[in-house]
Nanobody, 124 residues
Framework: QVQLVESGGGLVQAGGSLRLSCTTS????????MGWFRQAPGNEREFVAA????????SYGDSVKGRFTISTDNAKNTVYLQMNNLRPEDTAVYYC?????????????????WGQGTQVTVSS
């Protein structure tokens, strides 16, 4: 069984930065691609970014391009989401997910494993 553990959320003022971390207990074919999603109250879970452990796949949602950076530390089985120039509309619970290398990585349905989520709150 794969476990994903997220950390790094918190409260920050608009324009500030946070770095989220997600550590997977195992790196297997089923966790080949790691994704970050977010969900604000009353909204569906939204794609933020995805990356493969090999680095050949990196993708961002339109709302975070140019502000967020996804990266990996393969030695630590950890994926990071560096979030800069945060806006109040970035406020949400951020979830880390893991999936196999096949098919789309934009939809939540593709991910087999999820972390517990970490709250990010951006004040204006």
């Amino acid at each position: 069984q794969v476990q994903l553990v997220e950390s790094g959320g918190g409260l920050v003022q608009a324009g500030g930065s946070l770095r989220l971390s997600c550590t997977t207990s195992r790196r297997t074919l089923s966790t080949n691609i790691m994704g970050w999603f977010r969900q604000a109250p009353g909204n569906e879970r939204e794609f933020v970014a995805a990356i493969s452990w090999s680095g050949d796949i990196i993708s961002y949602g339109d709302s975070v391009k140019g502000r967020f950076t996804i990266s990996t530390d393969n030695a630590k089985n950890t994926v990071y989401l560096q979030m800069n120039n945060l806006r109040p509309e970035d406020t949400a619970v951020y979830y880390c997910g893991a999936k196999n290398p096949y098919g789309s990585y934009y939809g939540t349905f593709a991910y087999a494993y999820w972390g517990q989520g970490t709250q990010v709150t951006v004040s204006s």
